[in-house]
Nanobody
Framework: QVRIVESGGGSVQPGGSLRLSCVTS????????VGWYRQRPGQNREMVAT???????VYATAVKGRFTISRDNDKGEVYLQMDVLNPGDTAGYYC??????????????WGQGTQVIVSS
């Protein structure tokens, strides 16, 4: 059974930091690309950061230089270190894992999300 569980969200003041964790099981994590997405109130879900199975990393422009994504293939976990948070980062943050072959997504798993609120 596939499980993806996020944690680490919460309320923080502007300029603060949070570290999100995503614990997975039930699939071969090292084969999957993984990433963090967020959905701000009234907006569509958007990519925050991704890290491929080979280690290639992509950040959204809005978070580049402030957020750091990493993964631990032995543990099946992916992390998002978020620094210098601002109110615009307030959103539900979701962990995503997907398996592609020849550019076709074969499997795609989502967690339930964790809420981040940045407010003074």
């Amino acid at each position: 059974q596939v499980r993806i569980v996020e944690s680490g969200g919460g309320s923080v003041q502007p300029g603060g930091s949070l570290r999100l964790s995503c614990v997975t099981s039930g699939f071969t994590f090292s084969d999957f690309d993984v990433g963090w997405y967020r959905q701000r109130p009234g907006q569509n879900r958007e990519m925050v950061a991704t890290i491929a199975s080979a280690g290639d990393i992509v950040y959204a422009t809005a978070v580049k230089g402030r957020f750091t994504i990493s993964r631990d293939n032995d543990k099946g976990e992916v992390y998002l270190q978020m620094d210098v948070l601002n109110p615009g980062d307030t959103a539900g943050y979701y962990c995503n894992a997907w398996l592609t072959k020849s550019s076709i997504i074969l499997k795609n798993y989502w967690g339930q999300g964790t809420q981040v609120i940045v407010s003074s």
